[in-house]
């Protein structure tokens, strides 16, 4: 029997932990093998590595989730369907990504992600919306994206407006 707190944490560890086990394999193969297996092992701790970084960083960013609606990221867009209606932006339309905190701290939806577009209204998604994770996915492709930003806002006491990812602006010369 695990405690449902102990639960929770490990489930949302859990892809560090892969990522520890695939690049310990990965060390083991480096320090035991030759040839082939040397050039797979160092791939390994290379994707092992990998997977720890993105796993720290979504466990760093609470997703509670059961909270209003349900986010979905597919085919380069995120839509999100929410109790009165729902609205979609494309990936490639994105200006601007805020995370939104009301200093709430448990009174319903805390954290509000903004995602801004060309000449469309912003997307606004609760921070505890089912597949509010699958959000990072989304950010992923999008270059420069600060989540360090991200994570304040997680942990943010009063009402802020944290900037996520800008796009960049082309200057004449």
Not at 67 to 76: F, N, Q, S, W, Y
């Amino acid at each position: 029997m695990i405690r449902p707190e102990a639960r929770v944490f490990l489930w949302r560890w859990r892809e560090v932990a892969v990522g520890v086990a695939v690049s310990a394999l990965g060390l083991y193969w480096a320090m035991t093998t030759f040839g082939f297996l040397l050039y797979v092992s160092f791939a390994l701790i290379l994707g092992g590595l990998a997977i720890i970084v993105i796993g720290i960083r979504r466990a760093r960013f609470p997703a509670r989730g059961g909270g209003a609606g349900l986010v979905e990221v597919d085919e380069r867009q995120i839509t999100y369907f929410g109790p009165t209606g729902g609205a979609a932006i494309s990936i490639d339309a994105l200006v601007r990504v805020e995370v939104e905190t009301t200093g709430q701290n448990g009174a319903g939806a805390d954290l509000w992600w903004v995602f801004y577009g060309n000449g469309t209204a912003p997307l606004r998604v609760p921070g505890n919306a089912e597949g509010v994770a699958s959000l990072f996915d989304a950010l992923a492709a999008l270059p420069g994206v600060n989540y360090q930003a991200a994570t304040a806002a997680a942990t943010a006491a009063g009402p802020n407006v944290f900037a996520i990812w800008s796009k960049e602006r082309r200057r004449l010369h």
